[in-house]
């Protein structure tokens, strides 16, 4: 698979100064966007809500992005939120698992079989035609995992203790990489899987914000 390396100098001045704003944004976010998920988890002590599908899925998806645009030799300021995101997406992964007592010796096997994916592909082990179909697949596996959260809020109409916060700073996070990515690298496969994320992170918050203002109203108009 031949190295992409891209230079920021061949950007315009206007453009450089979009690319920093937005690269400095998403950053300052991804350092703090699952931490209230993680807060309303670990306070309530339930993450009812939360769909373990899309949970696995999206950390299936920022794992095959991390490795693959490290791969492609892509500017690590274009995808360094996509690390940041991931190791997030386990501490998360992590509190769900806790909290349902599904943590234990029956997680070995999916673990290894994770570990030995994660390295082939870091280290060129895999053919070119798997490397890019294995990003490719990543923009329908977001779609599921974003679609399976989505769905459970409407088919519960109820958001349990999911985070409008969290899917409202990704949604934000997501939009600035559609622009990056169209700015700087592009590549069509991650502009298709931003563009997927930004409308499904912007439906999940309104699901959410909805549902909860819905039982809010519910709570005072309530006879005592």
């Not at 399976?148 to 409008?164: E, M």
Request: overall charge neutral; some cysteine.
């Amino acid at each position: 698979m031949k190295a992409v390396s891209l230079s920021l100098a061949q950007l315009s001045p206007d453009e450089d100064s979009l690319w920093f704003l937005l690269n400095t944004s998403v950053l300052a976010l991804t350092l703090i966007y699952k931490m209230p998920q993680v807060y309303n988890v670990v306070s309530t002590r339930s993450s009812r809500g939360i769909s373990m599908p899309s949970l696995v899925l999206e950390f299936i998806s920022y794992s095959v992005e991390m490795v693959y645009q490290s791969a492609m030799d892509y500017p690590f300021e274009t995808y360094f939120e996509i690390c940041l995101m991931w190791a997030q997406d386990v501490i998360l992964l992590y509190v769900v698992l806790d909290e349902r007592h599904l943590i234990g010796t029956n997680l070995i096997v999916p673990f290894l079989i994770y570990s030995v994916c994660f390295v082939s592909i870091y280290n060129y082990w895999l053919p070119d035609i798997i490397m890019y179909t294995l990003i490719v697949s990543t923009t329908p596996g977001l779609i599921v995992s974003k679609s399976a959260q989505l769905l459970k809020i409407l088919r519960d109409r109820d958001a349990g203790t999911v985070s409008p916060q969290t899917w409202g700073m990704l949604a934000y996070m997501a939009g600035a990489r559609v622009l990056t990515t169209a700015f700087v690298t592009k590549d069509l496969p991650m502009f298709l899987n931003n563009s997927s994320a930004m409308v499904l992170n912007i439906s999940i918050t309104i699901s959410v914000l909805y549902f909860n203002s819905l039982k809010a109203r519910r709570r005072r108009t309530r006879p005592i």
